[in-house]
């Protein structure tokens, strides 16, 4: 244990401090982190527990509905702030782990406009990457990073790259390894208040400034506890009140329902709305959860068509355009297939189905989750939006309501639905716990979120009357467990014995079994996977 002089109380550094974290933990920047979690780490932990609140309404009945006591703010006329001149384009931005240094370097020369460094979905938030993400961080915003791989092949910065945002983790999550009062702080916290102290700063000087994308928001109070923080921190550091600007992504059904109320919080530092597809059907699940008639089908079948999902992402183009924000579409799960041109050429042309369809919506631009797939995105966005966004297309056609937030969609359950989710729910938890937190998996991106969909829908198929399958059997704790076992032994025959042992697999198929075996619904898998997380 490290002790650091903070006042009023000492931080306390629960892990090992390797070379260069001094440079991240310094005792000003923890004094920062000190600040932050004094100031609004009760309002934090209140905002959890009206989750919970809200939560048990639902179950009693009480489905999630536009707000009364709000109507006035969606009725309104008003807008963002202007957005900032590197802000204006944002047709293709690419994502990544913070934490991999040489991701890092390869997103900011990929071609995308703009680049979000991921400490949340595609980052396991172990302490090396979360200092290291830091660090890569601060490098990257003085274009001071390179790397040199154990091929020694060398990276480094081109003359042109991406802009910079970083994602810090939910409100939900702790960092384990930094503790006030003995208690560990807010990972949210720590993430945004190390990047926000070390980099405003240069971020300014080179022209551009802090921005985020806010995660996992489930209420425009969360919005306000953000803009709080955001209004605190340019005034702690002497910076301008409006500097910081944030993209919220709207991931959650509840967020779905606050989304004018959230840029209306955040207005002097919005940049407007993302659809973060993978969390949102997750939350669609996990909220919905003891629904007698809400259900869904196989993954697969949950496509951005289904009613639901076109309702939310049309109606986020709306909102964010009636404010002059952006709206910027979400992940396709395709990447790259490496040594089969036909694969690869079928997964290209799906992102790029996916792309047009962003495009006519109206999304100001997407995200994508691999430097191959850039050139796909930006032909599609170049083709279809002329102008730097298209902010002007006001999507007045779009009505919807909270029956069409809600619809259940159509569609079946299989056996390979099923097994499907076991098996890759285990191989995406198997690499989180060894410290990846995005990997290809069956020529798909798998990150936190997909996984919750996957390990969330067998829960939920074992406790609905509805969870049956096409062929009539419904599914049952005892098939799950046959099941689990017999794709553990699959993946322990691909893997081979000996490097099986040494895997993290015995131990992924644990928590996957608890998680969907349980009667109580955890949160997030992140939740428990962080107790056995180094
Ligand atoms: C639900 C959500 O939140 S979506 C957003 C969060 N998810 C993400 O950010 C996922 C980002 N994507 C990735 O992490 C990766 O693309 C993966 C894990 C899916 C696949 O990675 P890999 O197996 O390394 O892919 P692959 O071998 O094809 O990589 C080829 C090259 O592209 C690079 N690359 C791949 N993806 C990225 C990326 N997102 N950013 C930068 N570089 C990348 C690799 O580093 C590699 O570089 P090299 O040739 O210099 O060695
Ligand atoms: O964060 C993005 C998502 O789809 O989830
Ligand atoms: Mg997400």
Request: glycine residues 6%.
């Amino acid at each position: 244990m490290t002790t650091i002089p903070t006042n009023p109380s000492p931080m306390e550094i629960d892990a090992e401090i390797l070379p260069g974290y001094e440079e991240i933990l310094t005792p000003e920047a923890l004094q920062f982190i000190v600040k932050l979690e004094q100031k609004f780490g009760d309002r934090r932990l209140e905002l959890l527990a009206r989750r919970e609140e809200r939560q048990a309404q639902i179950d009693e009945g009480e489905l999630p509905d536009f707000l009364p006591e709000t109507a006035h703010i969606r009725k309104g006329e008003w807008t963002v702030a202007p957005l900032p001149m590197d802000l204006l384009d944002r047709r293709v931005e690419i994502t990544g782990p913070a934490g991999d240094r040489k991701m890092v370097i390869n997103a900011l020369n990929s071609g995308a406009r703009l680049f979000m460094a991921d400490f949340e979905d595609a980052n396991s938030p172990t302490w090396v990457n979360t200092v290291q993400g830091q660090i890569n961080m601060k490098d990257a915003v003085r274009r001071n990073i390179s790397y040199t791989s154990p091929e020694n092949k060398k990276y480094m910065l081109n003359e042109k790259i991406a802009v910079l945002k970083i994602r810090p983790r939910g409100l939900h999550m702790e960092e384990k390894h930094i503790l006030l009062d003995q208690k560990p702080v807010s990972a949210s916290f720590v993430d945004f208040g190390l990047y926000f102290y070390h980099n405003v700063q240069a971020l300014l000087a080179n022209g551009t400034a802090p921005y985020f994308y806010l995660p996992k928001l489930e209420s425009h109070l969360e919005a306000r506890l953000w803009n709080d923080v955001f209004l605190f921190a340019q005034e702690e550091l002497n910076i301008p009140r409006g500097t910081i600007r944030a993209t919220v992504l709207i991931e959650t059904i509840m967020a779905a329902f606050e989304m004018d109320e959230i840029l209306y919080e955040l207005r002097e530092h919005s940049a407007g709305l993302n659809c973060g597809r993978w969390d949102y059907i997750f939350s669609y699940i996990k909220k919905l959860r003891n629904q007698p008639d809400v259900i869904l089908p196989d993954r697969a079948q949950v496509t951005m068509t289904v009613p639901f999902m076109k309702a939310y992402t049309t109606l986020a183009v709306r909102t964010c355009h009636k404010r002059m924000a952006p709206c910027i579409g979400g992940m396709a799960a395709q990447i790259p297939v490496k040594n089969d041109p036909v694969k690869n050429e079928e997964a290209l042309a799906k992102v790029r189905a996916d792309k047009e369809r962003e495009a006519y919506d109206g999304h100001d631009g997407t995200w994508v989750a691999h430097p191959g797939l850039v050139p796909v995105a930006m032909e599609v966005f170049n083709r279809l939006m002329r102008e730097p966004n298209q902010i002007w297309y006001k999507r007045e056609d779009v009505q919807v309501s909270a029956e069409h937030l809600l619809a259940v969609p159509a569609g079946e359950i299989t056996e390979e639905g099923v097994r499907t989710n076991i098996s890759v729910g285990i191989q995406y938890i198997e690499a989180w716990l060894r410290g990846s937190g995005a990997v290809p998996i069956r020529n798909l991106m798998e990150d936190a979120a997909t996984a919750e969909i996957s390990r969330a829908q067998v829960w939920q198929w074992i406790r609905h009357d509805k969870g049956v399958l096409s062929d009539g059997r419904k599914i049952t704790i005892a098939l799950v467990k046959q099941w689990t076992s017999e794709e553990m032994l699959l993946l322990k025959q691909e893997l081979g014995e000996e490097k099986y042992q040494h895997s993290q697999f015995p131990l992924a198929g644990e928590l996957f079994l608890r998680l969907v075996t349980e009667d109580t619904f955890e949160e997030f898998l992140t939740i428990p996977g962080y107790r056995y997380l180094a």
